[in-house]
């Protein structure tokens, strides 16, 4: 089977995150347009609406808060809730890197008031939870009880919060009637330490009259449309662009070593019962099928590393 993750770091030029200060330095802001992005994660998940939704809420604030790391420095966000989604999974990382995943991705519920998709019911009660791996051994993670789960509140909460941030947060997801993305991006404005009272109250004014992230989108906007429509008057200044893709680290090898840490027990049962193995990626849905001789040879390499580390002892 030919491994579509071959195919995963062809970078769609319109999909980037943008980072700027702005106020003389007042503010942070990040945008970020990754419409082809989830519609990739939509496409190989088969997702319905509601998810599609949920997820590229989610891995939109996942692409800025990745940007905001250094090279392999990898984030994971986790949405965990009581409604039907359950959980919402994204990683990100400072080289542009995105994938994702719904646990269960064929929810469908009634539109809420305003006429949109019901993400909030969709995702209910829970936890947010953000996991940085810098690479020095333990990873951080920060989490904050969900607020709204509509997930751009949520986000502001934990920065809030959990980083004692204050920051506006702006996500959108627009579905086409094909249930392919047709918009989806996002917005972080936040306020550094020597931010004044008054800058404050402007950025509260101006995301609140700032159009919805994706229908600017859908009109064409890019990122740095995105930020010269919300703070413009503050005169930001751009530092960093970085291209976005779909790019899962799933690989055969990987999942050889995920059926020898079954043992050589687990395995003898496997080709017992079975005759092969059939390993699906969450993030990706790659299949990596493995036949009844090639679980022999894994059996076998699980018992030199059985009988190795009993010497050892």
Not at 27 to 43: K, Q, S
Not at 189 to 213: F, K, N, T, W, Y
Request: aromatic share 4%; hydrophobic share 40%; net charge negative.
């Amino acid at each position: 089977m030919k491994n579509l993750n071959a195919q995963l770091c062809e970078t769609n030029t319109k999909d980037y995150v943008v980072q700027a200060t702005a106020a003389n330095g007042q503010v942070r802001a990040l945008a970020a347009v990754v419409t082809g992005v989830i519609d990739e994660a939509v496409r190989r998940h088969q997702m319905w609406p509601l998810a599609s939704a949920a997820l590229g809420r989610t891995m939109a604030a996942a692409a800025m808060i990745g940007a905001m790391q250094k090279g392999k420095e990898k984030v994971t966000i986790q949405i965990i809730g009581d409604g039907p989604l359950e959980q919402i999974t994204a990683d990100s990382d400072g080289e542009g890197n995105l994938r994702g995943y719904v646990q269960n991705p064929y929810v469908d519920l009634p539109l809420a008031e305003n006429g949109k998709l019901n993400v909030k019911a969709a995702v209910g009660n829970g936890h947010l939870w953000v996991i940085r791996d810098l690479g020095l051994g333990e990873p951080y993670r920060g989490g904050v009880p969900l607020v709204s789960g509509e997930i751009a509140e949520d986000f502001a909460n934990y920065f809030a919060q959990s980083e004692q941030t204050p920051s506006a947060v702006a996500l959108g997801v627009l579905v086409g009637v094909d249930g392919g993305v047709q918009a989806a991006g996002g917005l972080i404005l936040q306020l550094l330490p020597e931010a004044s009272e008054g800058i404050a109250v402007m950025l509260e004014h101006m995301i609140r009259d700032l159009p919805p992230v994706s229908s600017l989108i859908d009109s064409g906007s890019t990122p740095e449309d995105i930020i010269e429509q919300a703070i413009g008057d503050l005169q930001p200044k751009y530092l960093h662009r970085l291209p976005l893709r779909f790019s899962c680290t799933c690989s055969r090898e990987r999942c050889e070593a995920a059926l020898i840490a079954l043992g050589a027990e687990e395995l003898e049962d496997l080709i017992r019962e079975q005759g092969r193995a059939e390993l699906t990626c969450r993030f990706c849905q790659e299949q990596y099928l493995f036949d009844e001789q090639e679980l022999k040879n894994l059996q076998a390499q699980a018992r030199k590393t059985r009988d190795r580390e009993s010497s050892e002892k």
